[in-house]
């Protein structure tokens, strides 16, 4: 049995679908998904890589 991944929505999302949703899934990797359904992922990256890009953002605002 696979264990799916529980999708957080972003802070910054208004209301609706246009959204932006982080999920941490086994072996170190987040997923990023335009709408919290693993069928329309975009982005895996390691948890490192997104940590960098979190702090990319918050630097340049």
Do not use: I, N
């Not at 170190?28 to 960098?52: E, F, M, S």
Request: net charge neutral.
């Amino acid at each position: 049995m696979t264990t799916q991944p529980a999708w957080r929505k972003s802070s910054f999302c208004s209301e609706g679908d246009a959204c932006v949703y982080v999920a941490t899934a086994p072996g170190a990797l987040v997923k990023v998904a335009d709408r919290a359904d693993p069928a329309h992922l975009v982005l895996a990256t390691t948890q490192a890589a997104w940590a960098d890009f979190l702090r990319a953002v918050k630097e340049t605002g």
